[in-house]
């Protein structure tokens, strides 16, 4: 295992300071490093909370801050958070409007973030993020997994919870964002998790694994490798027969890199996923080109696709000063 | 070679289309994709045109946009570009004040960019990067090599630049900026270049290359993996010998990823080098971690520390919208 770490039992607390001094400006650590908030609240503002096990950042922690979340509750590498760790974020972070948990569809973080909204005493809704077209159950998970589209229901809720959009009103906007939203990834090299320390999955040196999940779940089919070209047409006709948007729609285009894949390799799949679109009459309009919903170090990349409308667009335009996504402010 | 790529040989120009499509709204590129250029141009501000090989994205076409390039002309992978792509890019954004060319010392774009502007028929000055501290001569180098200060010495004279800054006087601050600012590498995993198809050194399971170049070139030694404290310490240490930064110094401190780098390790990197500097009464007031001078899908990281004045911090805050980095607009 070749990580740039000192024990595999501290990387995530060791992770966390570093993030918390880089970005002092914009965020703090809870106490215990049991969530990440932002460091500036705006009272009256419904909080927006979510989390997950680590190994996915820029994911959450890098997405908290104005126009985004109000928390983030770390796990350790691929692990659930527990419910301690979000009945405190709601703790710090509500300022009486109420709290919204963003959560991705597995079966860890979906139960502990229930039994959190449960006990913690306040009003809270929830959305589950379930984008991944590749399979319907997975490792992890009953029904789809909550993958890359994620971060565009945060995007987008976080910027309607801003401009004051009640606590009801934003969980309806979410589960909308998410309906509109399909992902699908492939690995092209394994991650290692650092407690683990011996990659999770193997990959002949002709093969990829197409459908993958973020935690190097399996996918649909392991397959020769193939060109992007390829790649994209596969992904994008997954996306496409499952989300059917109507001819003449606007999308916005999301090329995420899994943790190891260098940018003049995502700009490239941009090329071939926006040249597929533009076939099947899908206009993207609105581009993230990026590692943000990241496993730790697998090769890969995963498209996802979001249909926009007037109000999504405004939404995605709003600004936003998080740690990893930044513009207009 | 496992890459998402359609062909070794257009590589370049089909991530170079993706990202023009990406990101429409601040750049385009030139005829027959010589340079890549702001869309909008400032007249009466002088024009920066940085380039070199590809492979290294966001460097420098990333850095494209308010408040940091003009212009970037991208050679093929790890490869110069040659004279008339500057020279084209130079006739495009030159608005009448001149042009500032920042170039990383390697011979053949020291080479190239000199014949660029003896032919560009207009008034042209030069800011040659060199914070490299590893060695004082490499594979493609007499003297250091430039590698992730660069893109510090592109920001600060960008912003210098957009508040109308002279030419002359933004050749003195890039030089000024260069000389406060030192880099060293490692690196955990070769690359390789798309056109040769198997990596450009190899390195045992339990080595790393310490003082790696951006091209893969051989560092001060090859040495067995080490915790990231240890790595924090021996490029700090290389570092600080040769910055002899005062006391109380403030410091700007990079923490770069090459290309395969996952975020979690690169902010646990920030956490040990601050822990170093603070031991060495420096204090790192701006961070900006990520993957932002790479060398294709390298495994490592650099430290890069620039000492700040006011005007260097101001110069650092100002605004900036390009693809891969921006702030305060």
Redesign the interface.
Same mark, same amino acid.
């Given at each position: 295992m !070749? !990580?740039? #770490? %000192?024990?595999a039992d501290t990387?995530?607390e060791?992770? +966390?300071?570093? +993030?918390a /001094?880089?970005?002092a400006d914009i965020l703090l650590l809870g106490a215990d490093r049991k969530f990440v908030r932002r460091r500036n609240l705006k009272p009256g503002k419904v909080a927006l909370i979510s989390g997950g096990g680590?190994?996915h950042?820029?994911l959450h922690a890098?997405f908290v801050g104005h126009g985004m979340l109000d928390a983030a509750c770390p796990g350790q590498v691929f692990t659930s958070p527990t419910p301690d760790q979000m009945i405190e974020a709601a703790e710090a972070v509500d300022t009486g409007a109420g709290v919204l948990f963003i959560v991705k569809n597995y079966e860890g973080d979906v139960m502990n973030f229930t039994m959190a909204a449960e006990m913690a005493g306040r009003e809270v809704a929830s959305v589950v993020t379930n984008d991944d077209v590749a399979v319907e159950k997975s490792t992890y998970t009953t029904g789809r997994r909550g993958v890359a589209g994620t971060l565009i229901v945060e995007k987008m809720v976080g910027a309607a919870a801003e401009k004051g959009m009640p606590l009801a009103a934003l969980k309806t906007l979410g589960d909308d964002v998410n309906r509109r939203t399909r992902s699908m990834g492939v690995a092209?090299?394994p991650c290692t998790v650092p407690a683990v320390g011996r990659p999770n999955f193997t990959l002949a040196?002709n093969e990829?694994e197409m459908g993958v999940g973020i935690h190097g779940e399996p996918g649909r089919r392991r397959v020769p490798?193939a060109?992007?070209?390829a790649?994209a047409a596969d992904i994008l006709g997954a996306i496409l027969d499952d989300l059917e948007p109507s001819k003449g729609s606007e999308v916005l285009l999301l #090329?995420n890199g899994f943790? /190891?894949?260098?940018?003049?390799? +995502?700009?490239?799949?941009? %090329?071939?996923a !926006?040249r597929i679109l533009d076939g099947a009459g899908v206009t /993207?309009t609105r581009?993230l080109?990026g590692?943000y919903v $990241?496993s730790?170090?697998m090769?890969? $990349?995963s498209i996802t696709v979001s249909v926009l409308d007037g109000q999504s667009k405004e939404l995605w335009d709003a600004p936003v000063?998080t740690a990893a996504l @930044?513009? @207009?402010?």
């Open positions: !070749k !990580k740039l #770490i %000192n024990s990387v995530l060791e992770s +966390l300071d570093g +993030l /001094a880089a970005h680590s190994g950042e820029p890098g092209l090299l040196d990829m490798l060109s992007a070209d790649i #090329i943790g /190891a894949t260098p940018l003049i390799e +995502l700009y490239l799949m941009a %090329n071939s !926006k /993207a581009f080109i590692s $990241t730790l170090d090769a890969g $990349t000063h @930044r513009w @207009r402010m």
